[in-house]
């Protein structure tokens, strides 16, 4: 069982920046690919960045251009770096650890961009 806890949501004005954290409770950390997602009211969960053990990083189409993941193995955490923010990014942002058939979630940090 891993648990992961997010931080760094808040309100935000459009156009700022804002980093996310995930903290994992592992010891085997650098094994999983670790994940952002979000979901907005009314709409699905989606996928913005993925990361894997090696480092690689991948994004949604539309979040490469603003949205940075990073990972540090040595502090079992994941980071999100959303810059240019748009009222359109409002969500429940979850981190999710995968390795293998297992899959944790934490329990969402919410980001709220508005004026």
């Known amino acids: 069982q891993v648990q992961l806890v997010e931080s760094g949501g808040g309100l935000m004005q459009p156009g700022g920046s804002l980093t996310l954290s995930c903290a994992a409770s592992t010891n085997i950390f650098d094994f999983y690919a670790m994940y952002w997602y979000r979901q907005a009211p009314g709409s699905q969960r989606e996928l913005v960045a993925g990361?894997?053990?090696?480092?690689?990083?991948n994004y949604a189409d539309s979040k490469k251009d603003r949205f940075t993941i990073s990972r540090d193995n040595t502090a079992n955490a994941v980071d999100m770096q959303m810059n240019n923010l748009m009222p359109e990014d409002t969500a429940v942002y979850y981190c999710?650890?995968?390795?293998?058939?297992?899959?944790?979630w934490g329990q969402g940090t919410q980001v709220t961009v508005s004026s």
């Open positions: 990361i894997t053990t090696g480092g690689a990083a």
């Open positions: 999710k650890a995968r390795f293998g058939w297992f899959s944790y």
